[in-house]
């Protein structure tokens, strides 16, 4: 199937995993990375990278076709990628989040990185300072909480859709 969508046509959109734990997410995270034509994965404190059986269990081969760069810090990672004109978006439940389906298509033309953090403690809150925005994903259930590599893949789709059609 011939694939119609010009992807070199995006604006650069990376990733940064805020000491995400699991390997299998980080796995997940490497797949959809490739799906949707992410330039980049920051992979920062605790957070696993390859060569890491869990991470190629689910990545299934997607570890080898997308960049990442391990940083000490997601800190750094955030500076740096601002420094190179990056729009830094945080998803975290805060009093300042904004709906992820109302980002402006404008702040959505610019090179992004999209920031998501531990899977029990979110976003550290250094980094919530450093960030443009917040974001999230409106939810009704009771628990008010999503996988983190699930949350990534909701929050990649919609950054992308734009472009897609």
């Not at 404190?45 to 940083?71: N, Y």
């Not at 298509?105 to 443009?132: C, K, Y």
Request: glycine share 4%; net charge neutral.
């Amino acid at each position: 199937m011939e694939n119609r969508n010009d992807m070199s046509q995006q604006q650069p959109l990376v990733l940064i995993l805020d000491n995400v734990r699991s390997g299998h997410n980080v796995g997940a995270t490497f797949r959809l990375a490739d799906a949707f034509t992410i330039n980049a994965i920051y992979l920062c404190g605790i957070t696993p990278h390859p060569p890491h059986r869990e991470i190629r269990k689910t990545a299934l081969g997607a570890e080898a076709t997308v960049p990442w760069h391990p940083m000490a810090t997601t800190e750094e990672a955030v500076n740096k990628l601002k420094e190179e004109g990056f729009y830094c978006v945080a998803m975290e439940q805060t009093e300042r989040s904004l709906p992820l389906q109302n980002i402006p298509s404008a702040q959505r033309a610019q090179p992004t990185a999209l920031i998501f953090g531990h899977e029990v403690w979110g976003i550290s809150p250094q980094v919530l300072q450093q960030v443009d925005t917040c974001i999230q994903i409106p939810q009704y259930g009771k628990k008010k909480s999503l996988n983190v590599s699930t949350c990534i893949a909701i929050t990649t789709w919609e950054w992308r859709k734009p472009s897609l059609y």
